[in-house]
């Protein structure tokens, strides 16, 4: 728990929450400056005892249950980065779901100028896949320049997808459909998802191939076999990454290697280099000690 982090967080939020925008009264006994809610408004409006409030404010509270720090986000108008924060700081963890059941449907309109600038193969998807932002070079992948409107659909049920898929059967699919399992077990009422599971099973190839997918998820640099229409046969190389104010919603950027597949080394982990940081530090000692 960070307890001056987790004040100033709770503050800060509490303070742009007028009483009168809550049917309340502004206190008005002597001493009472601070804007916004009070803590004992705040125990009224939640309907709990006196001073729980006030002890997670205080970092009194040790490990407050996930009701407790859900009805706080909610009433104080929390956004998504708002409600990590108030987990890291108040139980030293990352929240289990997101705030809003909906979030992940939605992201800043700058992303399609950050998908632009990209001159890999990259796009956005929502949290059902749906297509939320895409550059040219990944329009270029498909026969009519037109990205797919969802693209685990198109990578589950289109029959274009499984001859610019190579091998579709064995190096796609398999690792698709985990992914999709594991969204409609995140969320099983999401529509979009029912609906391509159910087109899925009713597909004689899709269905076996997703009856027997395992439960693994890989994606970040995982390695897939691509016919380019362009560019011929290759591979690409998978990076995925989430925007972190939409919990949910995926970038994937493919980087197309032409020329068929081969053995090759993995490329190495990537690792900040502290050796400056530390040489600087010693220069310094040894200046101020000789």
């Known amino acids: 728990m960070d307890k001056v982090a987790l004040r100033g967080l709770l503050r800060e939020r509490r303070a742009l ?5 809550q049917g309340l009264n502004r206190p008005t006994r002597q001493g009472r400056r601070a804007p916004g809610l009070s803590q004992a408004q705040i125990d009224q409006l939640l309907h709990r005892a006196p001073d729980t409030y006030g002890r997670l404010e205080s970092g009194r509270y040790g490990n407050p249950p996930a009701d407790l720090l859900e009805d706080v986000a909610r009433l104080l108008g929390m956004n ?11 139980r030293g963890q ?3 779901r997101p705030l809003d059941p909906r979030s992940g449907e939605e992201i800043p309109g700058v992303w399609q100028e950050a998908v632009d600038g990209i001159a890999h193969m990259a796009y956005v998807h929502d949290r059902s896949w749906n297509l939320l932002a895409h550059n040219t070079a990944f329009a270029a992948l498909f026969p009519d320049g037109r990205a797919p409107h969802n693209t685990m659909r198109w990578m589950a049920l289109d029959r274009t997808a499984r001859s610019v898929l190579t091998d579709w059967e064995n ?12 969204a409609l077990a995140a969320d099983p009422h999401d529509e979009t998802l029912k609906q391509i599971e159910k087109e899925v099973l009713a597909d004689p190839l899709s269905s ?7 439960a693994h998820l890989p994606l970040d640099a995982d390695e897939r076999p691509l016919r380019h229409l362009t560019l011929g046969p290759g591979w690409v190389t998978l990076c995925a990454a989430q925007p972190m104010a939409a919990p949910g919603v995926r970038m994937m950027i493919l980087v ?8 090759r080394a993995r490329t190495p982990m990537l690792r900040a280099d502290t050796t400056d940081t530390a040489d600087t530090a010693g220069t310094a000692d040894t200046a101020r000690h000789p």
């Open 80 to 90: 998504e980065q708002e409600w990590i924060a108030l987990w890291r700081y108040g």
């Open 256 to 263: 197309f290697h032409p020329g068929e597949p081969r053995r």
């Open 94 to 96: 990352d929240p289990p």
């Open 17 to 21: 929450i007028t009483p009168e925008s």
């Open 171 to 182: 190096s796609w699919a398999p690792f698709a459909f985990p992914h999709l399992r594991g």
């Open 208 to 214: 076996r191939i997703y009856e027997r997918a395992g």
